[in-house]
């Protein structure tokens, strides 16, 4: 590439004009931008080429070829190159690398926010005038790993209350979609605020997932913990009793009458069984618990075999929020605040539908509660930790 003086270069850009019309716009600001770049090694060098000084930091070496995506379309660059002592790369280019990264990062903002790739393809295709495939909008996001990494190992304190639960997303290995288990924790900390503690998504089988992911949170930090409050998810019993020996476990009740309705042998049953469970589980006390839950087995012992057994084997399992205020058993006998978490995760995942891998799952969904954890920082207070029988917080 030769220099030109300022007098060939503007004929360059004048006749490319001429010819093309706006159509050579393109082509003139390429021919500007590289001999912007080739004045600005100069200068770097301290020598105009072929020049001969006291005063040069180093040589031209060539140039290198490089394309720029711009609104305008593709411009075909020739980057000048140095060798000798001199660090040198046009700054026009550096410009171009900040605002190519602003852009990745806005596609990977868009790809968390549930916009499919189809969309962020066509949005990116309007605004500078070349598409992006679905695999680049995935490169984009994976910009996002490394914060990511960092909020889920981030260390935990005291959490008297913590619920935890699970869900499922498709993900593909080997050829097969598969169900893909997500695991969730947030706990309510001694100022009565929530936080989102962890996630873990896993291929593997139930109770070792379940064991690790608790683990994880032990060695962060967690502690303090007085009540585990979830459903009754596979594996998870005898994990939780492993990790976490000694607190106590509230089973979720709104599963409980669901579970229940499993048993019941007659559809007009339903109803009234429900209501006989609801009875219990809206008892003042343990005591008054306990003898609705002989009542009930009682009641339906003849009629409903199954059913009877089934009381008295689980109804015992949702009553251990009775040991908290009053004021607190209504959030904490059921998972449901994790439960409308999880419906926020849907509306966002059903975008994907099917994940390439766990890695990109694992991406959104901790994109998605990072999110939410942030909200509830400066939200509300989830509960008053302020009364006399509140949960103790622990060391």
């Keep these: 590439?030769?220099?030109?003086?300022?007098?060939?270069?503007?004929?360059?850009?004048?006749?490319?004009?001429?010819?093309?019309?706006?159509?050579?716009?393109?082509?003139?600001?390429?021919?500007?931008?590289?001999?912007?770049?080739?004045?600005?090694?100069?200068?770097?060098?301290?020598?105009?080429?072929?020049?001969?000084t006291d005063t040069r930091q180093g040589h031209a070496n060539g140039f290198k070829a490089k394309t720029v995506k711009t609104r305008m379309g593709a411009l075909e660059l020739a980057v000048p190159q140095v060798r000798g002592s001199v660090d040198f790369y046009p700054s026009a280019l550096e410009k171009g690398l900040r605002s190519e990264l602003a852009l990745?990062?806005?596609?990977?903002?868009?790809?968390?926010?549930?916009?499919?790739?189809?969309?962020?393809?066509?949005?990116?295709?309007?605004?500078?005038?070349?598409?992006?495939?679905?695999?680049?909008?995935?490169?984009?996001?994976?910009?996002?790993?490394?914060?990511?990494?960092?909020?889920?190992?981030a260390p935990l304190g005291v959490f008297p209350c913590v619920i935890i639960d699970a869900r499922y997303e498709k993900v593909r290995q080997d050829g097969r979609v598969l169900d893909c288990a997500v695991l969730i924790a947030f706990g309510v900390e001694p100022s009565g605020r929530r936080r989102i503690l962890g996630v873990s998504v896993a291929l593997s089988e139930a109770e070792v997932h379940w064991r690790d992911f608790l683990s994880s949170l032990q060695k962060r930090g967690l502690r303090g913990v007085q009540l585990f409050i979830s459903d009754d998810h596979a594996g998870l019993k005898a994990a939780r009793r492993a990790v976490f020996p000694g607190v106590a476990w509230q089973r979720c009740q709104f599963h409980l009458q669901q579970n229940a309705q499993a048993y019941v042998p007659k559809i007009d049953q339903r109803a009234s069984v429900a209501a006989a469970i609801r009875s219990v589980f809206e008892s003042l006390n343990?005591?008054?618990?306990?003898?609705?839950?002989?009542?009930?087995?009682?009641?339906?012992?003849?009629?409903?075999?199954?059913?009877?057994?089934?009381?008295?084997?689980?109804?015992?399992?949702?009553?251990?929020v009775m040991d908290l205020p009053a004021a607190h058993r209504r959030r904490m006998r059921t998972s449901n605040a994790l439960e409308r978490v999880n419906m926020e995760l849907k509306r966002r995942t059903r975008v994907a539908r099917i994940f390439p891998n766990e890695a990109s799952l694992l991406r959104l969904i901790s994109a998605l509660l990072r999110e939410i954890d942030e909200?509830?920082?400066?939200?509300?207070?989830?509960?008053n930790m302020q009364s006399e029988d509140s949960p103790k917080t622990g060391k």
């Excluded at 909200?375 to 509960?383: F, M």
Aim: glycine fraction near 6%; charged fraction near 25%; charge should be negative.
């Design 104 to 153: 990745k990062l806005a596609l990977a903002e868009m790809y968390v926010q549930g916009v499919s790739t189809r969309k962020v393809s066509a949005i990116v295709e309007e605004l500078c005038g070349s598409s992006v495939s679905s695999s680049q909008v995935s490169q984009c996001a994976a910009k996002l790993d490394a914060h990511l990494e960092t909020w889920r190992n």
């Design 286 to 320: 343990r005591d008054e618990a306990d003898r609705r839950i002989k009542e009930l087995v009682a009641t339906y012992e003849k009629s409903a075999p199954k059913l009877a057994a089934w009381m008295e084997e689980n109804l015992h399992e949702g009553l251990a």
């Design 375 to 383: 909200d509830w920082e400066t939200g509300k207070i989830y509960l």
């Design 1 to 52: 590439m030769t220099h030109q003086n300022d007098s060939e270069l503007l004929n360059s850009v004048l006749q490319q004009l001429n010819d093309d019309g706006l159509g050579g716009l393109l082509e003139g600001f390429r021919i500007l931008l590289n001999e912007a770049m080739v004045r600005q090694r100069s200068v770097a060098l301290g020598a105009q080429p072929y020049e001969r």
